[in-house]
């Protein structure tokens, strides 16, 4: 990501911020994928385009058997408040 702050090697470089997004769905193992596919596609629309991508990211995806049952119920509670019956 280039140089960051040198007080705090982590730190994202001057004039920008480090970001984590949480997205949690229900969906099957070829949904998921797809999912994931389409993010790259959104973060990195030329993934043969030369040096670093114009925003650096990270993906990282976990499913529900990495999850404590606290949670797991939070999340689906979460998602359930987002879209009601």
């Given at each position: 990501?280039?140089?960051?702050n040198?007080?705090?090697?982590?730190?994202?470089?001057?004039?920008?911020r480090?970001?984590?997004?949480?997205?949690?769905?229900?969906?099957?193992?070829?949904?998921?994928?797809?999912?994931?596919?389409?993010?790259?596609?959104?973060?990195?629309?030329?993934?043969?385009?030369?040096?670093?991508?114009?925003?650096?990211?990270?993906?990282?995806?976990?499913?529900?058997?990495?999850?404590?049952?606290?949670?797991?119920?939070?999340?689906?509670?979460?998602?359930?408040?987002?879209?009601?019956?």
């Amino acid at each position: 990501m280039g140089e960051g702050n040198q007080s705090d090697p982590g730190a994202a470089p001057e004039g920008r911020r480090l970001w984590q997004v949480k997205l949690a769905v229900v969906a099957t193992p070829g949904e998921h994928e797809e999912l994931l596919d389409r993010l790259t596609d959104v973060l990195c629309p030329d993934p043969n385009h030369e040096g670093p991508c114009d925003i650096p990211w990270a993906m990282h995806s976990v499913s529900e058997d990495s999850l404590s049952k606290k949670e797991r119920r939070a999340l689906v509670d979460e998602i359930e408040d987002t879209n009601p019956s």
